[in-house]
């Protein structure tokens, strides 16, 4: 019986040591360039899509344009890519001075950019988000304070557009109240 015992507790004992998994180090900190991610490439296929300033825009939520004063002709705009042009600057001020001193004073303002479907996800979420922090930028420039403001990309997945007229509408930043 001791014999027997003594047998399984060898057996166990080899069992477990074979089957014990290689510990496996912790990793290693990163090393070389450790920047933040820039814009990927766009695509080669899309270099003829032409984010043209013409067909982007910036949709401003009705309960924000009503309570600032702005007219649905004011409330969209064009924009070339990720750049926001200079006659836009009027709708940013009165964005700017609502959310600053007006009636949405100390409201949270929520930018949300998007992209249309041509481009590769990860170029698409960050050309949208590339979008939504240009617009922010100019909107403080023109006195909204920068904590007041937040952004995201949300890319190509809620783009709709099927062919140029409608991926004009999924180039945009939705501007709306936030939290």
Same mark, same amino acid.
């Given at each position: 019986?001791?014999?027997?015992?003594?047998?399984?507790?060898? $057996?166990?004992?080899? =069992?477990a040591i074979g089957c014990k998994k290689d510990e496996v180090p912790p990793p290693a900190a990163p090393t070389g360039?450790?920047?933040?991610?820039?814009?990927? !490439?766009q695509p080669a296929a899309d270099d003829d899509s032409g984010d043209d300033g013409s067909k982007g825009n910036v949709?401003?939520?009705? %309960?924000?344009?009503?309570?600032?004063?702005?007219?649905?002709? !004011?409330?969209?705009?064009?924009?070339?890519?990720?750049?926001?042009?200079? +006659?836009?600057? &009027?709708?940013?001020?009165?964005?700017?001075?609502?959310?600053?001193?007006?009636? $949405?004073?100390?409201? +949270?303002?929520? =930018?949300?950019?998007?992209?249309?479907?041509r481009g590769s996800d990860e170029y698409n979420m960050v050309l949208g988000s590339k979008r939504a922090e240009n617009?922010?930028?100019?909107?403080?420039?023109?006195? =909204?304070?920068?904590? +007041?403001?937040?952004?995201?990309?949300?890319? %190509?997945? %809620?783009?709709?557009?099927?062919? %140029? &007229?409608?991926?004009?509408?999924?180039?945009?930043?939705?501007?709306?109240?936030?939290?």
């Amino acid at each position: 019986m001791r014999m027997l015992a003594i047998a399984t507790t060898l $057996l166990t004992a080899t =069992l477990a040591i074979g089957c014990k998994k290689d510990e496996v180090p912790p990793p290693a900190a990163p090393t070389g360039d450790t920047t933040a991610p820039t814009m990927p !490439e766009q695509p080669a296929a899309d270099d003829d899509s032409g984010d043209d300033g013409s067909k982007g825009n910036v949709n401003i939520s009705d %309960e924000i344009k009503k309570a600032c004063g702005i007219s649905d002709t !004011e409330a969209f705009f064009a924009y070339d890519s990720a750049n926001v042009r200079d +006659q836009d600057r &009027a709708v940013f001020k009165k964005l700017a001075d609502c959310f600053a001193t007006g009636p $949405l004073k100390g409201r +949270q303002m929520r =930018l949300v950019g998007h992209a249309d479907p041509r481009g590769s996800d990860e170029y698409n979420m960050v050309l949208g988000s590339k979008r939504a922090e240009n617009v922010k930028g100019a909107i403080v420039k023109e006195g =909204l304070p920068s904590g +007041q403001a937040s952004t995201t990309s949300r890319g %190509e997945m %809620e783009a709709t557009g099927t062919d %140029e &007229a409608s991926w004009a509408e999924d180039r945009r930043v939705d501007i709306a109240l936030g939290d």
